[in-house]
């Protein structure tokens, strides 16, 4: 039996629904006083909420994670207080444009989202996280669930929304009820929670560690020598990330077998606020938990009408299964990242330049044709960003679109027929590119005398650069605790 979603939009027939991910205070803030201080740019005043609204004009909107960030002061965990505070702001300051979005006429279906590390309340952050609970019942109350919901009572913030019906009609040979096909205009969003129960890395991560300068680039590091070097096969002891059902828990892989097992929707929508076909190292995704990547690929290859949809990473781009075939829209699982609403990789001045060149190191899942301006560019983008899908009923297809901050469509999957699923074998399945691959055992198998003389070098230079600062923010903190 299909359990009853959490939200329900029967008499809503999308036509065009947005999405996004990443939105700073302190981004938005800062854009704000560039444009106090004379800045001839033209959009500054207006938000990107104003530019969804007049591009996309959305009957709903999907948070795929970071609707807030903490202040720059926050060191470590945020207090839950702190969230709180960030959530009012975002409702109610005028200044970020939400406010005026959510309350738009368009938007008949309503705000939804599952939360990514920072609304979370700690980067890279997973069930090692403290007051969860109280945690979840803030992120639930920016969304305006009710207090007495299911969803409060929930181990995690994993839901289900539905818009449209199923057409069921009934069957005149037999005393029951079945799905037509033609007048079906369901869509069924599935939200997975990524956080509450996942498992460490398998060198965990430093990121939410305030005695560690810089230490999101630390944890990227860590996360790319983990990959390269496939501690996995390697030291699977100490890695916690090869357990089974490390990231979603028991309870929640159960609920989404359930949630698709006898569905009748048209269009599946599966959000994962990080990304779960990248094979970047470098961020935190689905590919360093592998078992979890292999269980989540087979049990969505057979549904239908399927896009999964991701944020995280503060870029955009559209990824496929079938890293053979890259052009192919159907026969395959497609991913659209869309992440940076109010901020991107590029803009960082230590590390936005190599935002870039990363992402050109690892393309093997990056499906191919996506780019809109030139078919030959690679289907990634590094300005800030949104998403949205267009519903076609006549046709029985979707587009899931990239837009930039001018609400320009930069990136396509194109058509994607609602009646076709992946399909794929079994072997195509284990063929799919890996994030954990070994690839730097063949680099240090190649280096000469000269490059491991540099690399032991660079290693100097970080634990000097890394390990002074390290002992001033603790001595700095005892005082404090």
């Known amino acids: 039996m299909v359990p009853m979603p959490d939200g329900s939009y029967p008499d809503v027939e999308l036509s065009h629904i947005a999405f996004g991910s990443c939105h700073s205070r302190g981004a938005v803030n800062k854009r704000l006083s560039k444009f106090n201080g004379g800045t001839d740019d033209p959009n500054s005043t207006s938000t990107i909420w104003d530019v969804i609204n007049t591009s996309v004009q959305p009957q709903a909107f999907l948070w795929t994670g970071d609707a807030i960030y903490p202040p720059m002061k926050v060191k470590g965990d945020t207090p839950l207080e702190v969230m709180h505070e960030e959530y009012r702001k975002m409702l109610h300051n005028s200044t970020f444009g939400y406010d005026k979005f959510i309350n738009n006429q368009h938007l008949v279906g309503g705000v939804h989202g599952v939360w990514d590390d920072h609304d979370y309340g700690g980067n890279d952050r997973g069930r090692e996280l403290k007051q969860r609970e109280e945690r979840r019942d803030a992120y639930l109350d920016f969304l305006g669930v009710p207090k007495s919901d299911s969803r409060r009572h929930r181990q995690g913030l994993y839901s289900s929304i539905e818009f449209g019906s199923d057409g069921m009609i009934a069957d005149e040979k037999q005393d029951n009820l079945s799905p037509d096909r033609v007048h079906n205009n369901k869509v069924k969003v599935i939200f997975l929670d990524t956080r509450w129960h996942r498992e460490k890395h398998c060198i965990p991560s430093v990121g939410s560690n305030r005695y560690i300068p810089y230490g999101a680039i630390v944890a990227c590091i860590t996360r790319w020598f983990t990959a390269g070097f496939d501690l996995p096969s390697n030291l699977p002891s100490i890695c916690a990330s090869q357990k089974d059902n490390a990231v979603l828990g028991d309870e929640q892989w159960l609920w989404l077998e359930n949630e698709l097992n006898g569905s009748t929707a048209s269009v599946y929508i599966v959000v994962s606020s990080i990304q779960v076909l990248t094979t970047n190292p470098v961020v935190e995704s689905w590919g360093h938990f592998a078992n979890e990547q292999a269980k989540l690929l087979r049990l969505l290859n057979n549904v239908p009408g399927l896009v999964i949809l991701s944020g995280d990473v503060h870029h955009a781009e559209i990824s496929t299964t079938s890293n053979l075939h890259p052009m192919r829209r159907n026969g395959a699982i497609i991913e659209v990242t869309s992440s940076g609403l109010t901020h991107s990789c590029s803009g960082p001045r230590l590390y936005g330049p190599l935002c870039q060149p990363i992402l050109n190191l690892f393309p093997a899942h990056r499906f191919e044709g996506g780019n809109v301006n030139d078919a030959s560019?690679?289907?990634?983008?590094?300005?800030?960003?949104?998403?949205?899908?267009?519903?076609?009923?006549?046709?029985?297809?979707?587009?899931?679109?990239?837009?930039?901050?001018?609400?320009?469509?930069?990136?396509?999957?194109?058509?994607?027929?609602?009646?076709?699923?992946?399909?794929?074998?079994?072997?195509?399945?284990?063929?799919?590119?890996?994030?954990?691959?070994?690839?730097?055992?063949?680099?240090?198998?190649?280096?000469?005398?000269?490059?491991?003389?540099?690399?032991?070098?660079?290693?100097?230079?970080l634990r000097y650069y890394f390990l002074k600062p390290l002992a001033t923010r603790q001595h700095k903190y005892s005082k404090v605790d």
């Open 377 to 461: 560019a690679p289907s990634y983008y590094t300005g800030l960003n949104f998403g949205s899908i267009d519903f076609d009923w006549s046709k029985r297809s979707f587009e899931v679109k990239v837009h930039n901050e001018n609400g320009e469509v930069i990136l396509s999957t194109g058509e994607l027929e609602m009646s076709t699923a992946a399909g794929m074998s079994t072997q195509e399945l284990e063929s799919v590119a890996k994030c954990i691959d070994g690839h730097l055992v063949y680099f240090m198998k190649k280096m000469n005398v000269t490059g491991w003389a540099l690399l032991v070098l660079a290693l100097y230079c």
